[in-house]
């Protein structure tokens, strides 16, 4: 990732309207949000449900396996082996796996050989929770200060939210009391947005993410919510309630950061909000009009918002810590326990 909206101050609100806008019906009411804020957990008696114990060290190495092919960039031996390695993983699982392989168009012309690989527990059932991830990897290190144009491992930016996704699929399909049916999005060429300091053009990060929005899996594909995961990954990480989420979805805010709280890891969602951040959440609002929440660490000290490490040769292994692994993963987790799927379901 990523861009952050609230740098453009002004724009920022113009982006906010124009995302209102494009899901406004002619009456001028926003489809299916206020249903959704009357389901606030808020207003909700709240208790935690039964659920399986994530295993931090499975998605450990789980990211651990996608850095060791080298950086992930689309149009590399690496990428297309990690993919592999991800389609594979998911159907030893068990789960339907549908890859959507496409061509993107990146900002500077190049044409990138691209993968949104799907994954789905329990296809029968037709309540369901939509999670995803980028497993790509950004293609230069503009933020560091050396090798510049070097790609980077993406061991947070990338690989943490893969990771956690799939301790989750693979706990799902040994469990087989989860209430509601969960999908799994890997979306590819995410982070092949354009670099700063050039003219401005729009749409250029979340690439795999546009693709998929205008290209739904599977027709009228729609389940309750969307969580998205990015830098999910990094020791002391900080979850900020971030802008787009926010505006499209929330309840599901306030439910993934209630539960948090309610399994005590108060620490890593922090109850105030943060900027709008372009990432593949955005999309999935804006044109699948799927309601998507974005998990991504925010670092207010850090003059790149989201910490030292971002799009640097530092996003390696090291910057990795199993407990904040755990605590996203058994949160997200925990949500999905504790949904009351619909009788006629």
């Known amino acids: 990732m990523k861009k952050l909206l609230a740098i453009h101050g002004v724009a920022l609100l113009l982006i906010l309207g124009f995302v209102s806008c494009d899901k406004t019906t002619q009456t001028g009411?926003?489809?299916?949000?206020?249903?959704?804020?009357?389901?606030?957990?808020?207003?909700?008696?709240?208790?935690?449900q039964p659920a399986p114990q994530f295993n931090g060290d499975s998605a450990y190495f789980f990211i651990q396996k996608q850095v060791e092919f080298g950086p992930r960039v689309p149009n590399t031996s690496a990428h297309k082996a990690c993919g592999n390695y991800l389609v594979q993983v998911l159907k030893d699982m068990g789960a339907t796996v549908i890859e959507q392989d496409f061509?993107?168009?990146?900002?500077?012309g190049t044409k990138l050989e691209s993968k949104n690989i799907i994954a789905q527990?329990?296809?029968?059932?037709?309540?369901?929770?939509?999670?995803?991830?980028?497993?790509?990897?950004?293609?230069?290190?503009?933020?560091?200060?050396?090798?510049?144009?070097?790609?980077?491992?993406?061991?947070?930016?990338?690989?943490?939210?893969?990771?956690?996704?799939?301790?989750?699929m693979r706990i799902l399909q040994s469990d087989s009391t989860a209430p509601v049916g969960v999908d799994i999005i890997l979306?590819?060429?995410?982070?092949?947005?354009?670099?700063?300091?050039?003219?401005?053009?729009p749409d250029t990060w979340c690439l795999g993410a546009q693709h998929w929005a205008k290209n739904l899996h599977q027709?009228?594909?729609?389940?309750?919510?969307?969580?998205?995961l990015d830098m999910v990954g990094?020791?002391?990480?900080?979850?900020?309630?971030?802008?787009?989420?926010?505006?499209?979805?929330?309840?599901?805010?306030?439910?993934?950061?209630?539960?948090?709280?309610?399994l005590g890891y108060e620490n890593f969602f922090v109850e105030q909000s943060a900027g709008a951040i372009t990432d593949d959440h955005f999309y999935v609002n804006r044109l699948a009009?799927?309601?998507?929440?974005?998990?991504?660490?925010?670092?207010?000290?850090?003059?790149?918002?989201?910490?030292?490490?971002?799009?640097?040769?530092?996003?390696?292994?090291?910057?990795?810590?199993?407990a904040t692994l755990k605590a996203v993963g058994q949160t997200v987790l925990q949500v999905i326990y504790n949904e009351k799927p619909d009788k006629a379901s």
């Open 29 to 48: 009411k926003v489809e299916g949000l206020d249903e959704i804020r009357n389901q606030n957990p808020e207003n909700q008696e709240f208790t935690l």
């Open 103 to 108: 061509i993107a168009t990146a900002f500077s």
């Open 121 to 168: 527990f329990n296809p029968s059932q037709k309540e369901r929770i939509l999670l995803g991830a980028h497993w790509d990897s950004r293609p230069f290190a503009d933020q560091d200060t050396d090798n510049q144009d070097h790609p980077i491992d993406g061991a947070n930016d990338g690989a943490s939210g893969v990771g956690v996704l799939l301790e989750i």
């Open 187 to 201: 979306f590819d060429s995410e982070d092949y947005g354009q670099p700063e300091g050039m003219d401005y053009q």
């Open 219 to 228: 027709p009228n594909y729609s389940p309750k919510y969307g969580i998205l």
């Open 234 to 262: 990094a020791k002391n990480a900080k979850f900020y309630k971030e802008g787009i989420s926010l505006e499209y979805a929330p309840n599901v805010v306030t439910k993934v950061w209630k539960t948090g709280s309610k």
């Open 289 to 322: 009009r799927i309601p998507m929440i974005d998990i991504i660490q925010h670092d207010p000290n850090s003059t790149s918002y989201f910490g030292s490490y971002w799009h640097t040769h530092n996003d390696n292994m090291e910057v990795i810590d199993k």
